[in-house]
């Protein structure tokens, strides 16, 4: 309600959220241990922009593209 961000609970949350970034070009934040969080600026986020998010969410779910590759661990060396 008064959120600049927006929370769904996945099973799949890691692997769906390395898709989102890599292939769907949607910035969204994995959390632990089953959260997609996606954070929308007011000053420049339209609502066609949020709206663009779940449908691009959707896509990856209803046809299982997070199932494709494993997902690892990026490392900072």
């Known amino acids: 309600r008064r959120g600049g961000h927006i929370c769904v609970h996945e099973p799949h949350a890691k692997a769906l959220t390395r898709r989102l970034v890599d292939e769907r070009n949607v910035l969204a934040d994995y959390r632990e241990p089953d959260v997609i969080r996606l ?3 007011p000053v ?4 066609a922009d949020a709206f663009e998010a779940i449908v691009r969410l959707r896509r990856v779910v209803t046809d299982r593209l997070y199932e494709r590759h494993g997902v690892t661990r990026s490392r900072v060396t």
Do not use: E, P
């Open 39 to 41: 954070g929308f600026a």
């Open 44 to 47: 420049y986020s339209r609502f």
